[in-house]
Nanobody, 115 residues
Framework: VTLVESGGGLVQPGGSLRRSCAAS????????MTWVRQPPGKGLEWVSS????????PYADSVKGRFTISRDNVRRRVYLQMNSLKPEDSAVYYC?????????WGQGTQVTVSS
């Protein structure tokens, strides 16, 4: 199982970023996908998940209405569109799955929201 992320970086408050996670090594269309983040000096925080069909997408209250998770089962990718970014969204963002009772993680990418 491999999860490779892209799309992080520095953005000003109010700006947007799109995170992408490319997956391989498992039957992508059969697995729910999750985004998790870790703010500086804090623990892991669940952001959003998407089920295998893409029709169930819960969000953390802190990002609801600003972030959108989606997936492309043909390209084997999951995305996180982040709009109206705030400084408190600054964190390392990880793509995550639980597959066959084991957690797998992407490499993590820093997102910094600052003027």
């Amino acid at each position: 199982v491999t999860l490779v992320e892209s799309g992080g970086g520095l953005v000003q408050p109010g700006g947007s970023l799109r995170r992408s996670c490319a997956a391989s090594g498992f039957t992508f269309r059969s697995v729910s996908m999750t985004w998790v983040r870790q703010p500086p000096g804090k623990g892991l925080e669940w952001v959003s998940s998407i089920n295998k069909d893409g029709d169930n997408t819960p969000y953390a209250d802190s990002v609801k209405g600003r972030f959108t998770i989606s997936r492309d089962n043909v390209r084997r990718r999951v995305y996180l569109q982040m709009n109206s970014l705030k400084p408190e969204d600054s964190a390392v963002y990880y793509c995550n799955i639980n597959y066959r009772y084991r957690d797998y993680w992407g490499q993590g990418t820093q997102v910094t929201v600052s003027s």
